[in-house]
């Protein structure tokens, strides 16, 4: 990250108008969300947002929307920089939009467990693929002056005791596997670092001397360190080490006690002067010095910005089986209908060749979203869309339009982005339910049923399921009390999650009301969440009345996911209820209420039999499962990979009433499929983001072909996996898997997972057939090789040629193999396409902890290329030559 020396000397000018006391001032937070001014200076508030899939801004209100792009699995996923580095401009341009100068995103942490609760915020197992990911997120980003942070530096790879835990990892492993994404961030010139809330080795790592080195030493960082929120807890040890910048403000350990402390020579002035020389250049890069305005961000209409949200959806869609089923083609399905057998599918996972255009003329079908399906309603009255108009000629048979069957509650309500501080509100989503009626419009009868409900608690109140009974308005009325209960304000919001009701002088209590319209009757679980004092009345009749005061400091739960504490009553159809619920303000317990209600849960075996009915009397069948937020969430890691029985039940019973079953699984991370050899087609949705269904629509109807590739293991079951532990032991949590994490420790436990890494079909198929590679490389030099292969399917495709390396007679350890390079290829049907890969010189090097450097060992390499970690049918010997020349800095070859 290089500074000029005309910038450098500008800098120098400026820090120099600055006392010991005002530099110190610098590097505390003015707000939440705000660095500090300094008039001195002419340097502005700094804002800053959290990532990393849209730009939330500085308030957590449903009414200030954002872009809501895939979630960082689903772009890992696509195995594409220049589409990810195009996203990231769409967020550079919402940043700007919103006056955001700093996003607080990616997240380069590592998928160690599959039970990890973040992963849906993280990239991918492999630390090759997570740095060249993050480094092309990070470009999009900053091309457009908005800074990037790259984060949680380091090892926070988990969510339990996240605030303490204590992680031990060896020095090698550290360098290669997780320090390694960190450093490709740095090398594409990241501005922004994020300090995590753990330890490492036994040092938090805001006080930790890996900020320093390799960060800002040996990588030549020269941006800003800044503490996650509240993890900054002692003044000396964190001003000593290599932080700048403790967030949030205006509290905290430093500000006044900084300046004291170098007063005091407790705290070198040269070092809190390093620091405020960072922020100031952070200050003039983003344009927040006077004199200086921020870049120009080429502006993209809505339909740009929606169309690539969309394409970006199709991208990171991973088919994992397909067995003569996708794409599904309207016309072919017309041609069998219920009355007649449906065809067997061969069991094979070649996938079919047909292309259908759902839009028409080359555009996107028209999507508009629906109104979120309603929770508890009636199962009897299946939604569908106007069926097609017959043919004007006459035909022995009645004309009768095909048939989709769309079943699951994912498909009418699908979850479009992970839980926790990097969520956002969109201005709009797209159900796979929507995308598959905007598809089909005029063309075929869509029908859906919800089946058994998902595994989890209430969902917050919404529009469709209450009123505001102030204005008799879909929504809630929200009203902000004082001490004696007098209102002090009022208005209407959209539902029941209300994260930061906005606080005027004398606040003193929070409430939310809103009128039920029960469709289902029987017993409801009724349940508010928040800390301090809280109450839940129905109908003015006392549900719940205590005391909860909170369990933990973690800005997650505190601010944005409370625990609820739940009642039930019993409601009637037809007869509405006035729900509402109150949480007094305590200081240090944030002001997030949320309100939820849940009908009874329908009969099982009811459910299961409608959703058979109606997939065995449709053309096709599309089954929408996933997780939910109580699953994937920042805060809290998972105990389990289960979908939960009613989920797999459903897949099971639509799967065997109807071959044309396409499942559709919709989480951020593995789960367990036990079902997935059942199915006709297996997509990975992950969560896709706002367009999520019209791009899984793209993809279900043969528009676009499913572009993902798996960016992390997924097993049959938890319990084979290798490497799970997340929860510390005395609070202390060993990586003892050393480099192995991921596909590399599946294959030092020779055990086959369900998909490998980097497994992922298309919609043709590919034979690879050449693998060259020189004879020779010399140490500290970047390898080239060439992969060829031939589309041997009969529709044009991409493929993604994977290149890994094994030095099985090396002198120390390595992974049975690990990624050292990718590249995708486009060919049409028949076509021969060779594909260049570059291996950078590093994949071949390891970490000595006993020299201290990189270091390259002479001999045989073995180079291997295909399409998954666990499918490479091509290979080559390459000898690694020692050199003394031409080695990248910091490298040499062993003795």
Same mark, same amino acid.
């Given at each position: 990250?290089? !500074?000029?020396?005309?910038e450098?000397?500008?800098?120098?000018?400026?820090?120099?108008?600055? !006392?010991?006391?005002?530099?110190?001032?610098?590097?505390?937070?003015?707000?939440?969300?705000?660095?500090?001014?300094?008039?001195?200076?002419?340097?502005?508030e700094?804002?800053?947002?959290?990532?990393?899939?849209g730009v939330?801004?500085?308030?957590? /209100?449903?009414?200030?929307?954002?872009?809501?792009?895939p979630?960082?699995?689903?772009?890992?996923?696509?195995?594409?920089?220049a589409?990810?580095?195009r996203?990231?401009?769409?967020?550079?341009?919402?940043?700007?939009?919103?006056?955001v100068?700093?996003?607080?995103?990616?997240?380069?942490?590592?998928?160690?467990?599959?039970?990890?609760?973040?992963?849906?915020?993280c990239?991918?197992? /492999?630390?090759?693929? =997570?740095?060249?990911?993050g480094?092309?997120?990070?470009?999009?980003?900053q091309?457009?002056?908005?800074?990037?942070t790259?984060?949680?530096?380091?090892?926070?790879?988990?969510?339990?005791?996240?605030?303490?835990?204590?992680?031990?990892?060896?020095?090698?492993?550290?360098?290669?596997?997780?320090?390694a994404?960190?450093?490709?961030?740095?090398?594409?010139?990241?501005?922004?670092?994020?300090?995590?809330?753990?330890?490492?080795?036994?040092?938090?790592?805001?006080?930790?001397?890996?900020?320093?080195?390799?960060?800002k030493?040996?990588?030549?960082?020269?941006g800003?360190?800044?503490?996650?929120?509240?993890?900054?807890?002692g003044?000396?040890?964190?001003?000593?080490?290599?932080?700048?910048?403790?967030?949030?403000? @205006?509290?905290?350990?430093?500000?006044?006690?900084?300046?004291?402390?170098?007063?005091?020579?407790?705290?070198?002035?040269?070092?809190v002067?390093?620091?405020?020389?960072?922020?100031?250049r952070?200050?003039?890069?983003?344009?927040?010095?006077?004199?200086?305005?921020?870049?120009?961000?080429?502006?993209?209409?809505?339909?740009?910005?929606?169309?690539?949200?969309?394409?970006?959806?199709?991208?990171? !869609?991973?088919l994992?089986?397909n067995?003569?089923?996708?794409?599904?083609?309207?016309?072919?399905?017309?041609?069998?209908?219920?009355?007649?057998d449906?065809?067997e %599918?061969?069991?094979?996972?070649?996938?079919?060749?047909?292309?259908q255009?759902?839009?028409?003329?080359?555009?996107?079908?028209?999507?508009?979203?629906?109104?979120?399906?309603?929770?508890?309603?009636?199962?009897?009255?299946?939604?569908?869309?106007?069926?097609?108009?017959?043919?004007?000629? =006459?035909?022995?048979?009645?004309?009768?339009?095909?048939?989709?069957?769309?079943?699951?509650?994912?498909?009418a309500?699908?979850?479009?982005?992970?839980?926790?501080?990097?969520?956002?509100?969109?201005?709009?989503?797209?159900?796979?339910?929507?995308?598959?009626?905007?598809?089909?419009?005029?063309?075929?009868?869509?029908?859906?049923?919800?089946?058994?409900?998902?595994?989890? @608690?209430?969902?917050?109140?919404?529009?469709?399921?209450?009123?505001?009974?102030?204005?008799?308005?879909?929504?809630?009325?929200?009203?902000?009390?004082?001490?004696?209960?007098?209102?002090?304000?009022?208005?209407?919001?959209?539902?029941?999650?209300?994260?930061?009701?906005?606080?005027?002088?004398?606040?003193?209590?929070?409430?939310?009301?809103?009128?039920?319209?029960?469709?289902?009757?029987?017993?409801w679980?009724?349940g508010?969440?928040?800390?301090?004092?809280?109450?839940?009345?129905?109908?003015?009749?006392?549900?719940?009345?205590?005391?909860?005061?909170?369990?933990?400091?973690?800005?997650?739960?505190?601010?944005?996911?409370?625990?609820?504490?739940?009642?039930?009553?019993?409601?009637?159809?037809?007869?509405?209820?006035?729900?509402?619920?109150?949480?007094?303000?305590?200081?240090?317990?944030?002001?997030?209420?949320?309100?939820?209600?849940?009908?009874?849960?329908?009969?099982?075996?009811?459910?299961?039999?409608q959703?058979?009915?109606?997939?065995?009397?449709?053309?096709?069948?599309?089954?929408?499962?996933? =997780?939910?937020?109580?699953?994937?969430?920042?805060?809290?890691?998972?105990?389990?990979?289960?979908?939960?029985?009613?989920?797999?039940?459903?897949?099971r019973?639509? %799967?065997?009433?109807?071959?044309?079953?396409?499942?559709v699984?919709?989480?951020?991370?593995?789960?367990?499929?036990?079902?997935?050899?059942?199915?006709?087609a297996?997509?990975?949705?992950?969560?896709p983001?706002?367009e999520?269904?019209?791009?899984?629509?793209?993809?279900?109807?043969?528009?676009?072909e499913?572009?993902?590739?798996?960016?992390?293991?997924?097993?049959?079951? $938890?319990?084979? %996996?290798?490497?799970?532990?997340?929860?510390p032991?005395?609070?202390?949590?060993?990586?003892?898997?050393?480099l192995?994490?991921?596909?590399r420790?599946?294959?030092?436990?020779?055990?086959?997972?369900?998909?490998?890494?980097?497994h992922?079909?298309?919609?043709?198929?590919?034979?690879y057939?050449?693998?060259?590679?020189?004879?020779?490389?010399?140490?500290?030099?970047?390898?080239?090789?060439?992969?060829?292969?031939?589309n041997?399917?009969?529709?044009?495709?991409?493929?993604?040629?994977?290149?890994?390396?094994?030095?099985?007679?090396?002198?120390?350890?390595?992974?049975?193999?690990?990624?050292?390079?990718?590249?995708?290829?486009?060919?049409?049907?028949?076509?021969?396409?060779?594909?260049?890969?570059?291996?950078?010189?590093r994949?071949?090097?390891?970490?000595?902890?006993?020299?201290?450097?990189w270091?390259?060992e002479?001999?045989?390499?073995?180079?291997?290329?295909?399409?998954?970690?666990?499918? $490479?049918?091509?290979?080559?010997?390459?000898e690694?030559?020692?050199?003394q020349?031409?080695?990248?800095?910091?490298?040499?070859?062993?003795?």
């Open positions: 990250m290089g !500074t000029s020396d005309e450098a000397d500008d800098i120098d000018r400026l820090l120099g108008k600055l !006392t010991p006391r005002a530099r110190a001032s610098l590097l505390r937070g003015a707000t939440i969300w705000r660095t500090r001014a300094e008039p001195a200076v002419g340097l502005r700094m804002v800053l947002s959290d990532g990393p899939a939330r801004g500085e308030s957590w /209100d449903e009414r200030h929307t954002s872009v809501l792009l979630s960082a699995t689903a772009l890992a996923a696509t195995w594409d920089d589409l990810v580095e996203l990231g401009g769409v967020l550079a341009a919402e940043a700007r939009r919103k006056g100068d700093v996003l607080l995103a990616p997240t380069l942490n590592l998928h160690r467990s599959p039970l990890g609760g973040r992963h849906f915020e990239f991918s197992e /492999d630390p090759y693929l =997570t740095a060249r990911i480094a092309a997120l990070i470009r999009g980003v091309a457009h002056g908005v800074a990037a790259a984060k949680h530096y380091v090892a926070n790879d988990s969510e339990t005791d996240r605030l303490t835990v204590d992680v031990r990892v060896g020095e090698r492993a550290l360098r290669e596997v997780y320090l994404p960190f450093e490709a961030a740095v090398a594409a010139g990241v501005r922004l670092v994020m300090a995590g809330y753990n330890a490492v080795n036994g040092t938090t790592m805001t006080a930790s001397e890996l900020l320093t080195d390799p960060l030493s040996e990588w030549g960082f020269d800003v360190v800044v503490s996650d929120w509240g993890a900054v807890r003044t000396v040890d964190t001003a000593r080490a290599g932080l700048d910048l403790a967030m949030p403000g @205006p509290d905290g350990p430093w500000g006044e006690a900084l300046a004291r402390a170098v007063a005091e020579g407790e705290v070198p002035e040269s070092a002067a390093d620091k405020a020389r960072r922020v100031l952070l200050a003039a890069r983003v344009g927040a010095l006077a004199g200086e305005g921020p870049s120009a961000v080429p502006r993209r209409g809505t339909r740009e910005v929606r169309a690539l949200a969309r394409r970006a959806v199709a991208a990171g !869609t991973v994992l089986a067995r003569g089923v996708l794409p599904l083609d309207v016309e072919r399905l017309r041609a069998c209908g219920p009355d007649e449906h065809p %599918a061969p069991d094979t996972d070649a996938p079919r060749a047909e292309l255009r759902p839009g028409g003329d080359g555009e996107p079908a028209d999507l508009t979203p629906q109104a979120p399906e309603r929770p508890g309603g009636s199962l009897e009255s299946a939604d569908h869309t106007p069926e097609a108009s017959p043919p004007t000629t =006459t035909s022995p048979h009645p004309y009768r339009p095909p048939t989709v069957a769309v079943l699951g509650a994912h498909a309500r699908t979850r479009t982005q992970g839980g926790g501080s990097a969520g956002v509100f969109p201005h709009a989503e797209v159900s796979v339910l929507d995308g598959i009626r905007a598809a089909l419009r005029g063309r075929a009868r869509v029908v859906h049923v919800p089946g058994p409900r998902p595994d989890g @608690p209430p969902p917050p109140l919404d529009a469709a399921t209450c009123s505001d009974p102030r204005s008799g308005q879909p929504g809630v009325l929200l009203r902000v009390l004082d001490a004696a209960g007098r209102e002090l304000y009022a208005e209407r919001r959209s539902g029941g999650r209300l994260l930061e009701p906005r606080l005027v002088p004398g606040a003193h209590t929070v409430e939310i009301s809103a009128r039920l319209r029960p469709r289902v009757e029987g017993r679980t009724l508010v969440a928040g800390f301090g004092r809280m109450r839940l009345e129905l109908d003015g009749r006392i549900l719940l009345d205590g005391e909860f005061p909170p369990l933990t400091d973690d800005p997650a739960v505190v601010h944005v996911h409370p625990p609820a504490h739940y009642a039930t009553a019993e409601l009637a159809v037809g007869q509405d209820a006035l729900l509402l619920a109150r949480r007094e303000l305590v200081p240090g317990t944030g002001r997030a209420t949320v309100v939820s209600a849940a009908p009874p849960a329908p009969d099982l075996a009811r459910s299961l039999a959703a058979a009915r109606v997939a065995r009397e449709a053309d096709a069948a599309v089954v929408v499962v996933g =997780t939910t937020e109580h699953d994937e969430c920042e805060g809290r890691d998972r105990t389990a990979l289960t979908l939960g029985g009613a989920q797999d039940a459903l897949v019973a639509v %799967a065997a009433a109807n071959p044309r079953t396409v499942a699984v919709n989480s951020g991370g593995p789960v367990e499929l036990p079902w997935r050899d059942e199915v006709g297996l997509l990975l949705a992950w969560f983001g706002q999520g269904g019209g791009g899984l629509a793209d993809v279900l109807f043969g528009r676009a499913p572009g993902g590739r798996l960016p992390t293991t997924w097993p049959a079951a $938890l319990t084979d %996996a290798p490497v799970t532990a997340t929860g032991s005395g609070g202390r949590l060993d990586y003892t898997e050393g192995h994490i991921g596909h420790a599946w294959l030092r436990e020779r055990r086959t997972p369900a998909y490998w890494f980097g992922g079909l298309g919609y043709t198929t590919w034979s057939e050449g693998l060259t590679a020189p004879e020779v490389t010399p140490a500290g030099e970047d390898l080239t090789v060439h992969v060829r292969l031939r041997t399917g009969s529709r044009s495709g991409r493929e993604v040629v994977q290149v890994y390396l094994s030095r099985p007679e090396g002198s120390v350890e390595y992974p049975e193999r690990w990624l050292a390079g990718y590249t995708p290829v486009h060919a049409g049907p028949g076509e021969t396409v060779t594909a260049t890969v570059r291996i950078p010189a994949a071949l090097s390891h970490w000595s902890p006993g020299h201290g450097c270091l390259t002479p001999g045989p390499c073995m180079v291997l290329a295909g399409r998954s970690a666990g499918d $490479l049918p091509l290979a080559a010997d390459v690694v030559e020692a050199s020349a031409n080695r990248t800095p910091g490298e040499r070859s062993t003795p």
